[in-house]
């Protein structure tokens, strides 16, 4: 018995370009169906059961950020390719806090689109993360005279993970600089994760921002989008193209 063909939702409101991502998914062996807005792509959803969404992002009635949030409540582990050339980092920010998810700029060649559905679809489902804003990685030193030789892991808009070998008490007020984002930020300690932890994971603190003023938020921001946009964080990049580049 033949494998099933993995059916795949395309979402555009631009017919002729709708009609050539189903006819490129076709010729790489995938099934298709079609959807011409994202009101109309949630009522196929729920008709049918596609293993992937191929959406534009904008779109009349709602657009493919609305409708990837709304997909997502329904079934947080289907893979979605957001297939767009006017998305802002702000849209791809809001979109990185799920599993599974992956933005192809325009214009893009064909095997960029087989590449970019393939890479999305074969990454493992991490489950729900549980937070309401995706983390950067990074490694950025910490100024407070409270811990010396800090290092930040990861940021968010929401808060940080510190690493550092001072102790720390649950809920402690803490206040710090950190240089890369040229900012001061009051903060608690909200969690702690200790050495030789069931995950094996780095010990440190994570850490939640109290009363975070709107310019330092946006400064934050900034920086998280900037970074996104330096590394190409959430955009799919051809291994092939960067290999001749």
Known sequence: MADRKKLILVTDDDELLREQISATLQRCGFETIEATNGENALKVFAERTPDALVTDHVMPKMTGEQLIVAVKKL???????????????????????????LALYKPFRTQMLFKALTQVMSQPYLGEYGRRFFRLNTNLEVNSKDF????????????LFIRTEVKLPLGSQIHFSIPALRTEIDAEIAWIREEGNAQNLPAGYGVRFVDLPK???????????????????????????????
């Open 75 to 101: 079934r947080a582990d289907l893979p979605v390719l957001l297939v767009t050339g006017e998305a802002s980092q702000t849209v791809l920010l809001n979109l990185m806090q799920y599993s599974r998810f």
């Open 148 to 159: 010396q030789g800090a290092i930040v892991a990861n940021v968010s808009l929401g808060g």
């Open 215 to 245: 310019e330092k938020a946006q400064a934050i921001q900034s920086f998280i989008m900037r970074e996104m946009s330096r590394k190409r964080i959430g955009w799919f990049t051809d291994p092939e193209d960067e290999a001749h580049s």
